[in-house]
């Protein structure tokens, strides 16, 4: 099977920056908020899934 020889330094890029935007921002989606779906290779949402960030006060 061939594969991107730079496809694991990808992975690790996405995984070194949702640990920082997970540790430094609050998240959420509106309240009452419910998705609707769409299906291919897996559930996704139709809307694109509203989502707030805030930074946490320091």
């Known amino acids: 099977m061939h594969t991107c020889i730079g496809q ?3 992975d690790m890029n996405v995984k070194a920056i949702m640990h920082q935007l997970l ?4 998240w959420w989606v509106p309240s ?3 998705p609707k779906l769409t299906w291919g290779t897996g559930s996704t949402p139709t809307d694109g899934l509203p989502i707030a ?3 946490l006060e320091a």
């Open 8 to 10: 694991q330094f990808a």
């Open 23 to 26: 540790r430094r921002h609050v």
């Open 32 to 34: 009452g908020y419910r």
């Open 53 to 55: 960030i805030r930074p």
